[in-house]
């Protein structure tokens, strides 16, 4: 098998860094689009969270105010 020349190697090696440039290119892109869809995920999660301790904070008040009620009538 002849030897490539000097200028076919050259050839070849930028022929293969240029696809590793646009393949780190590609990947950067979908890292970057993870890292949004991560960052909207945990403003989800927040609101939820929010959300979540507001029913835990208005069913203590209803039963705070259920046993006031009780208390105050006598009921039981």
Do not use: W
Not at 48 to 71: H, P
């Amino acid at each position: 098998m002849p030897a490539d020349s000097v200028e076919t190697m050259v050839a070849r090696i930028d022929e293969r860094t240029h696809r590793m440039d646009e393949r780190d290119e590609r990947i950067e892109k979908k890292l970057d689009a993870h890292c949004n869809q991560l960052g909207d995920h945990e403003k989800r999660i927040g609101c939820l969270e929010g959300f979540k301790m507001s029913v835990y904070i208005a069913s203590a008040l209803v039963v705070t105010l259920v046993g006031l009620a009780v208390a105050a009538f006598g009921l039981f």
